[in-house]
């Protein structure tokens, strides 16, 4: 997915302040994907998700977690303030739609750009369209350690998906 794993994240979570806010990120359904389309069209589900989630903004900094998700940790800010920049993301991936990549894709970015060129008179090819569902916390009025509100982070996650995926929760 070309970001940084849950080592680094790891290694972040350790030299944080009092305040910053963690999200925990999953793709909806994405079993489907790979049983529908093949893991190589769940690859690209995951590349796609993977370079939306490095343009977040509010300062986040987004990791893979494993499998199907991710991470976006916001040092130095709480909650509230990550909101906005979560529902960007999630939007940002609703509503981009996936072209299925064929077999016989050309390797070399010119040759498949001269091909698409081609093609724009065509009807366009199956298109997915990927949703995500996304849980975040922060650190209580308690405090609370990094491992506990990577938890109470994916505790909202499964409150997302339990409220109908595609989705931000607290």
Known sequence: TGLPSRRALDERMRALGPEYAVAMLDVDHFKKFNDTHGHDVGDQVLRLVAARLAEVGGGGR?????????????????????????????????????????????????????????????????????????????????????AEVIKAADQALYRAKEGGRNRVSR
Not at 76 to 105: F, N, P, T
Not at 107 to 135: M, N, Y
């Open 62 to 146: 987004s990791f893979r977690y494993g499998g199907e998700e991710f991470t976006v940790l916001f040092p130095e800010a709480g909650v509230k303030d990550v909101l906005a920049h979560l529902e960007h993301i999630r939007q940002s991936i609703e509503e981009y739609r996936m072209a299925i990549r064929g077999g016989d894709r050309p390797r070399s970015e010119k040759k498949g750009s001269r091909r698409r060129a081609a093609r724009e008179d065509r009807p366009s090819e199956q298109a997915l369209s990927v949703t995500v569902s996304i849980g975040v916390a922060g650190p209580g009025r308690r405090g609370g350690t990094p």
